[in-house]
């Protein structure tokens, strides 16, 4: 099981920091992910991380103002969010995987409830 916390209604130019528990057996050999989902779209990749955090990678328009991070002795993923911007608005979902990470949302078996984050002024 996957849960998101840490969304909220910021100004743009803001950060937020989302965070995402798992239980269960396998978080320390998962990838995992986060996606984000506006009204009507499909689920968008916004960052990943191998289970050794020794790869990640990002979305064009997310590089150098996210960071995704892990800390595999607590069971949680991280996405620091900094200089939002209003088209950051969007439902965030974390996501994880058995093996090597994929930006593509049907590779994902498990998903959290997501968080919703407004960036508005």
């Known amino acids: 099981q996957l849960a998101e916390s840490g969304g909220g209604s910021v100004q743009p130019g803001d950060s937020l920091r989302l965070s995402c528990a798992a239980s269960?057996?396998?978080?320390?050999?998962?990838?995992m992910a986060w996606f984000r989902q506006y009204s009507g779209k499909e689920r968008e990749f916004v960052a990943a991380?191998?289970?050794?955090?020794?790869?990640?990678d990002y979305a064009d328009s997310v590089k150098g103002r996210f960071t995704i991070s892990r800390n595999n002795a607590k069971n949680t993923v991280y996405l620091q969010m900094n200089n939002l911007k209003s088209e950051d608005t969007a439902v965030y979902y974390c996501?994880?995987?058995?093996?090597?990470?994929?930006?593509?949302?049907?590779?994902?078996?498990?998903w959290g409830q997501g968080t919703q984050v407004t960036v508005s002024s």
């Open positions: 996501a994880s995987k058995l093996g090597y990470y994929s930006d593509y949302h049907l590779d994902y078996p498990y």
């Open positions: 991380i191998t289970w050794s955090s020794r790869t990640t």
């Open positions: 269960g057996g396998t978080f320390n050999t998962s990838a």
